[in-house]
């Protein structure tokens, strides 16, 4: 007996596929009920957490997110300037999650922190947008870290020698030279791709950061994201998203990718601007239970993957100083070693400026050979003998010969000073680097 046959009207399908295709999805409406700081309530839109929506002011519209929900009313969070936004404006769901353009065609740009264009130099024509949201890799399909990341900065190399897929902080007070730090690693690190993401960044220190210290060169194998200072909440919490769901993007290609992220705390206080909006209660210094979790979630993304790797380095604004504050003791705590710009050392015209007896790489054992971390051993103790006699010495309270180790220190000073001080244009691969260590601490095996 043979199979009934069917009949081509029941086969083809394209018509009402066209006719799918074709209709006016539903339009989901609600309106805006009642603002209170950086929050507006709307009346009438179901909806899920980080779905986006669109605030249909007079003029431009504004883009928001569902943040959370208050009885019958939808809480969302607009990410631009609510001038003009009144009692019964309407307000229209996207249905959809926020969504970032990747890839090749983003690199050279500069987009703003939702992921757009502000470079003037068009539109971004990328082939795939993923969700915003993300997750960290899973614990056990993270690659173990075993290779050398060269960041083109000596005392980085030579003394706190990173590995591709780490994540270190950056701690430094205003006007230290943290974003100077940034611009070498950036033009000098022997990875793939730069994502930069300049969050809560003066206005003025936009343009210089991408044409003075960045450059052409630097840029071309780099995507910037930019949230200003002056910008709400949102748009500098979500930039940080942004940069770091690009960053995953190239890690899943293959690519070796060097996250340069400044700064977290300016993170952490939008997220703090945001959690006292939503009611949350204050905890330490004033940040909300929600931005230290924020925060674990952000720097715990970047890593290795199961080709790839992110190189993270985030820097961390240090109030007073203080290492001590919740947010630099956070972060502290989280990532895999941490870099100390000193003031004190900035004064002395000392730059980079960075701290090395106060830093500390995780993963150098892993990834250096043991006569390199001899000699960065022993950098560090010439360096600490003079340290704990610095105030004899300068009022010329001590005399040579009184101490063998403190008269070596002298000696060796001036070829360990040279060697930590550095201009931003100069650059050394990591081969030179370790040469030139070796020298500084044992001149007789110099060359």
């Given at each position: 007996m043979s199979a009934p046959t069917m009949s081509p009207a029941r086969l083809?399908?394209?018509?009402?596929?066209?006719?799918?295709?074709?209709?006016?999805?539903?339009?989901?409406?609600?309106?805006?009920?009642?603002?209170?700081?950086?929050?507006?309530?709307?009346?009438?839109?179901?909806?899920?957490?980080?779905?986006?929506?669109?605030?249909?002011?007079?003029?431009?519209?504004?883009?928001?997110?569902?943040?959370?929900?208050?009885?019958?009313?939808?809480?969302?969070?607009?990410?631009?300037?609510?001038?003009?936004?009144?009692?019964?404006?309407?307000?229209?769901?996207?249905?959809?999650?926020?969504?970032?353009?990747?890839?090749?065609?983003?690199?050279?740009?500069?987009?703003?922190?939702?992921?757009?264009?502000?470079?003037?130099l068009g539109p971004v024509l990328a082939t795939q947008r993923p969700a915003r949201a993300g997750g960290s890799p899973h614990v056990m399909t993270r690659q173990t870290i075993t290779e050398p990341l060269a960041t083109g900065v000596r005392a980085i190399d030579g003394l706190l020698t990173c590995g591709l897929g780490q994540r270190i902080g950056i701690f430094a007070g205003s006007g230290v030279g943290k974003s100077t730090v940034l611009a070498m690693i950036a033009r000098h690190a022997s990875s793939d791709v730069n994502v930069i993401g300049l969050i809560g960044e003066r206005g003025r220190e936009v343009r210089e950061f991408i044409e003075r210290d960045l450059g052409p060169e630097g840029l071309a194998r780099s995507v910037v994201v930019v949230s200003t200072s002056d910008e709400p909440a949102p748009l500098r919490l979500n930039a940080a998203w942004v940069a770091t769901t690009i960053a995953e993007a190239f890690r899943d290609t293959g690519a070796?990718?060097?996250?340069?992220?400044?700064?977290?705390?300016?993170?952490?206080?939008?997220?703090?601007?945001?959690?006292?909006?939503?009611?949350?209660?204050?905890?330490?210094?004033?940040?909300?239970?929600?931005?230290?979790?924020q925060m674990a979630r952000l720097l715990e993304r970047a890593g290795t993957g199961m080709q790839g790797t992110i190189t993270a380095f985030y820097t961390v604004l240090v109030e007073g100083d203080d290492l001590s504050?919740?947010?630099?003791?956070?972060?502290?705590?989280?990532?895999?070693g941490h870099i100390v710009l000193s003031r004190a050392l900035a004064a002395q015209?000392?730059?980079?400026?960075?701290?090395?007896?106060?830093?500390?790489?995780?993963?150098?054992?892993?990834?250096?050979t043991g006569e390199h971390r001899q000699d960065?051993?022993?950098?560090?103790?010439?360096?600490?003998?003079?340290?704990?006699?610095?105030?004899?010495?300068?009022?010329?309270?001590?005399?040579?010969?009184?101490?063998?180790?403190?008269?070596?220190?002298?000696e060796q000073l001036p070829a360990v000073e040279a060697f930590l001080r550095q201009s931003p244009d100069e650059y050394d691969d990591l081969a030179h680097t370790v040469e030139r260590l070796t020298g500084a601490v044992y001149p007789a095996r110099a060359g």
């Open positions: 083809d399908l394209t018509r009402y596929m066209a006719l799918a295709q074709a209709a006016t999805p539903m339009r989901v409406e609600g309106r805006v009920s009642e603002v209170t700081g950086l929050l507006a309530e709307v009346a009438g839109i179901p909806g899920r957490l980080g779905e986006m929506c669109i605030i249909e002011r007079a003029g431009e519209p504004v883009q928001a997110e569902i943040v959370g929900f208050r009885g019958d009313r939808t809480l969302v969070m607009p990410l631009g300037d609510l001038r003009g936004v009144q009692a019964g404006t309407r307000v229209v769901s996207a249905s959809s999650l926020m969504t970032v353009p990747v890839g090749n065609a983003v690199l050279g740009r500069v987009l703003d922190g939702l992921g757009r264009p502000i470079d003037g070796n990718v060097t996250l340069l992220m400044d700064s977290v705390t300016r993170f952490a206080m939008a997220g703090r601007e945001i959690g006292l909006a939503l009611g949350e209660p204050p905890a330490m210094k004033g940040y909300t239970p929600s931005v230290f979790a504050e919740p947010v630099a003791d956070t972060v502290r705590g989280t990532l895999d015209n000392h730059y980079p400026a960075i701290d090395v007896l106060a830093s500390v790489s995780r993963v150098m054992p892993a990834v250096t960065a051993g022993r950098l560090r103790e010439l360096l600490a003998r003079y340290e704990r006699s610095r105030d004899l010495v300068q009022i010329g309270a001590y005399q040579r010969g009184t101490d063998a180790a403190l008269d070596e220190a002298l």
